[in-house]
């Protein structure tokens, strides 16, 4: 089994992206992230390479191969696993203000959860982010969307809710009719205050962290 978080950092333009959002930039993000699948694949992928499940969830057709993109703000982040039956997911996201992070806590997370962010007195935006990649991650793994962010499951344990804090280790979700699920949270910084939470998952297979790559000539500190 081999299983990689493969990551490019685009030219820093992060104020132009907080002020606006900006179409072009998002279709570089995503031009990146086929970029580094080709290279992964050893062949420059066509729409015909690339199948969706129902959902919407992209993989590749009769392939041991799995994958998972994401991108926010400079960073694209493809994780993507080879062996027999596994899945993989993935989630990316630039730290920065989020108008409405409480009111999406108090809909989506579990109560646990939401002690855990405001654990230290006031609402936490780092803590918020390490939750929300878990659960995007969990929900690209299972090729779900956001509407299904309140079936999630909880990423804090209720009894200590600081027992999996900062999450260093792995751990499993052990869901009716679906292998053990193992994640690993990362936290990448770059020039400044930029700041990336990233979230991996595999399913199907052994509890393992991702090797990291990069493919850009800039790399940001892990």
Not at 50 to 60: C, H, K, L, N
Not at 141 to 155: E, I, Q, W
């Amino acid at each position: 089994m081999s299983y990689y978080l493969n990551l490019s950092v685009l030219s820093n333009n992060l104020k132009k992206i907080q002020n606006k959002q900006n179409t072009e930039h998002k279709r570089r993000l995503s031009a990146e992230a086929r970029r580094i699948l080709s290279q992964c694949e050893g062949k420059t992928l066509t729409n015909e390479d690339i199948a969706r499940e129902a959902g919407g969830r992209p993989f590749f057709p009769g392939s041991d191969t799995d994958f998972s993109i994401s991108h926010s703000g400079n960073l694209t982040a493809v994780s993507l696993v080879r062996g027999k039956g596994l899945r993989t997911g993935c989630d990316v996201e630039l730290v920065r203000p989020r108008p409405k992070a409480r009111e999406i806590a108090e809909d989506f997370f579990t109560v646990p959860e939401r002690e855990f962010i405001n654990a230290g007195g006031g609402f936490d935006l780092t803590r918020f982010y390490q939750i929300w990649t878990l659960k995007e991650c969990f929900l690209k793994l299972r090729g779900l969307s956001v509407f299904d962010m309140s079936g999630t499951p909880s990423f804090i344990n209720d009894a200590e809710p600081e027992l999996r804090s900062p999450f260093r280790e792995q751990f499993k979700i052990d869901a009716a009719g679906v292998s053990p699920i193992s994640f690993n949270l990362y936290e990448f910084t770059g020039a400044g205050d930029e700041r990336y939470i990233v979230a991996t998952a595999i399913a199907g297979g052994e509890e393992r962290q991702p090797e990291i790559r990069w493919f850009s000539q800039d790399s940001l500190d892990c």
